[in-house]
């Protein structure tokens, strides 16, 4: 499978939709997957070696969304925003004006507005200090 991406494909992959039992990280976006949250899980066998990784639904929606409106779209697990070819497809789909960028830059917003309410990234946002009493 070549999409000009230099990526080994692996010798196998499985992935089923799973119950979170305690919190995970989402291999794309890095947000916290949540007790009691279903996800993605992929297991992937390359070079002899496993390899699991959770996919929140959000992402999964940001994945499924670009796979079936562009004709060649790699996925690789825990590059969906870090991708430098991201910027790329979503100019691809503006520029063939059926409004598939429109739907896919809502499920992206959609992905970040549930990363900000995650319990990880709530410890680092700046709290005022309550005054002592």
């Known amino acids: 499978m070549s999409c ?9 992959c499985q992935q089923d939709w ?7 990280r ?7 997957i ?23 639904p959000h992402c999964d929606a940001v994945r499924a969304a670009l ?3 562009l004709p060649c779209y790699c996925y690789l697990i825990g590059g969906l925003y870090a991708d430098e070819g991201l910027p ?11 409004g598939d960028a429109f739907a896919v830059l809502r499920l992206i917003v959609t992905g970040r507005r ?4 995650s319990p990880w990234t709530e410890h680092h946002r ?3 200090k309550q005054p002592s009493r």
């Open 26 to 32: 989402c291999a794309d976006c890095h947000r916290a």
């Open 126 to 128: 700046w709290r005022r």
């Open 67 to 69: 796979a079936s409106r």
């Open 18 to 24: 799973r119950m979170a039992h305690k919190a995970h």
């Open 114 to 117: 549930a990363k900000q309410n």
């Open 4 to 12: 000009g991406r230099n990526t080994e494909v692996p010798d196998l």
């Open 34 to 56: 949540r007790a009691g949250e279903r996800y993605l899980e992929y297991r992937t066998l390359l070079d002899g070696s496993w390899r699991i990784d959770r996919v929140c």
């Open 88 to 98: 790329e497809y979503i100019a691809d789909l503006r520029s063939a004006e059926t």
